[in-house]
Structure formats: structure tokens, C-alpha cells
């Protein structure tokens, strides 16, 4: 079952990234996200983890991004939800 | 929708030309629009304009001015401080004669006190340069130098600081970081969820809908109108 950090997860992509209605349910844990989504740069980076801060209810240190945290849609929902399991 | 320019006052004193898009048709509902910041300010600029197409459509007269040291204005950002762009929309809501303000997100900081208000999704400065910092630390450290925030905005404080392109006074800073929307007489706030859909400021990339400029416009031309 999905999970409610899941569904917003997904639904913050979709906002940030101006996707097509249904494509982020289309990914899965194996879908690439830093180098596969060529609207991500260094500046939409930002916008998401912001984004994820707010709607999330977590607090993001800058030192605990890097590449493999947006490596895959996958990788990113693991660090989220442990995230809001210790907030 | 015609391109004016308009005086408006230098941070030392004197004064310069702005420029600023316009619906003027001589009626009786003004409205000033303070847009939004930085690169939201450009995420925005296309929907901003496609509400003020509608309000022009509704019987209501609109000004988009521009704030000194962004967009097409000729004056250096780094002297700017969040109280001169906060005269600057002053003189320009006398100056058009307008008759109610409009502050988009981080706009909302900047709208003039005396007028009926509208925020939309107001943003407040610390938020709006927390995502600015971390989008530069995050290229600092794709170029492998390493930055923190705290080093950053001590640094912006005496010196002034670059961020996201925007060459920011150690004024500005100091101003901004505690900047929150400002109160009008009447004032009312129009959220994300009233306008419906995702804001369009949060896009990667600049994007527009028909949808919530028919919505913001609609809520605006009612507003002013009552």
C-alpha cells in the first residue's frame, strides 16, 4: 500500500516539475531523478527540497544532500519517510 | 497593454524612470501590482500579465511597475533596500492613481499601506532566502567548493552576497531576512487552494494556466468592484 508520504511525495514532484497528470505515478523506486529529469538543476534542487520541507513537516540540513539522495525516486521517498519517522 | 515609464525615487534621494506594464483606460478601479521576487519574479511574469489581460477584459484598470534594480530597470540591485522598494511602490500606486494593490508572493512585503489589499500566496523573506542559500550552496558544491549558510549570511551581512544571480547589499539582507507581507486597512489574503492547482511559482520552469488566471482574475475584478 502506498504511503501518505508517498502520495505527497509524489504530488510535490508533479507541482515542482510540472508534470503531466499521472506521470509520477508512473515512477517507480527505480525511476532516475538527478540527470534523467532535465528540469532538475541545481536551482529546482532547492525549490524541491524546500517544498518537501513545508509539506512534509521536516527540516532538511544542507549537508545531508547529495547525489544519491535524488539518485532515484526510490532513494529519495527512503530518506523522506525516515525523515518524518524521527521528526 | 501599453509600456509607461513612471518616476520613481533613488535610494539617496532624486529620482529616476521605471518602467511598468499598463491597462489604463481612465476608470474608476486601479489596481497596483507588486509582482514577485527574484525568480519567482520570472516564473510569474507571464501569468501576472495573463491576469491583468483579464482584469483589462472586466472593466479594470491595472499597473505592473517594475522595481528598481529587476527586470527591465536600469539601476544597480545592490543599492536597493527592501524600504526603497517599499517607496518606490508607493510613489507608483500616487503616481497611476491607483485605486487598490495587488502583491504577488514575496510582493506582498511590498505593497503600499494606504490601499485596499490583495496577497496572493504572500511569502515572507526569510523563507524566500533560505531557498535562495541553499540553491547556492548546492552549485557551490557541484563547483566543489563548500558553503554553509551561516558563513553565507554572515558574509552577506557585511559585504553584501550573490545569490542565484542576484547581487544582494548587506542592507538588503539585513532588511529582508525579518521582512514579512505588511498590513493594509483592508486587507485579504488569496491562498494557493482558492486560486486551485499548484502555484506556478514553484516550477522548475516558467509555465502558465488558464485556469488560475481566470481564477485570480475573477476573485480580483469582484473584489475591486464591491
Known sequence: ?87 | MTPLSWPCPLPGGGSTQEYALAFDRGRRCRLLIVPALFDEANRMRRFTVEVMRRLDAAGVDCFLPDLPGSNESLQSLEMQTPKSWIAAMEDAATHFGATHALGIRGGAMLTPGSLPTWHYAPANGASILRQMMRSRILASREAGITETRESLLETGLRDGLTLSGHRLGAEFLRQFQTLTPLAAPILHEITQGTVGGSGLWLRAEPDESREQADALAAILAIGVKA
Open chain 1, 1 to 87: 500500500m502506498q504511503s501518505d508520504t508517498d502520495l505527497l511525495l509524489r504530488q510535490i514532484l508533479t507541482d515542482v516539475l510540472g508534470l503531466k497528470v499521472g506521470q509520477a505515478e508512473g515512477f517507480t523506486s527505480d525511476t532516475g531523478l538527478f540527470g534523467h529529469l532535465p528540469e532538475l538543476d541545481s536551482m529546482a534542487v532547492a525549490g524541491l527540497l524546500t517544498e518537501m520541507e513545508d509539506r512534509l513537516g521536516i527540516i532538511i540540513e544542507d549537508d545531508e544532500i547529495d547525489g544519491e539522495l535524488l539518485e532515484s525516486y526510490g532513494s529519495l521517498l527512503a530518506f523522506a519517510e525516515a525523515k518524518r519517522a524521527a521528526s
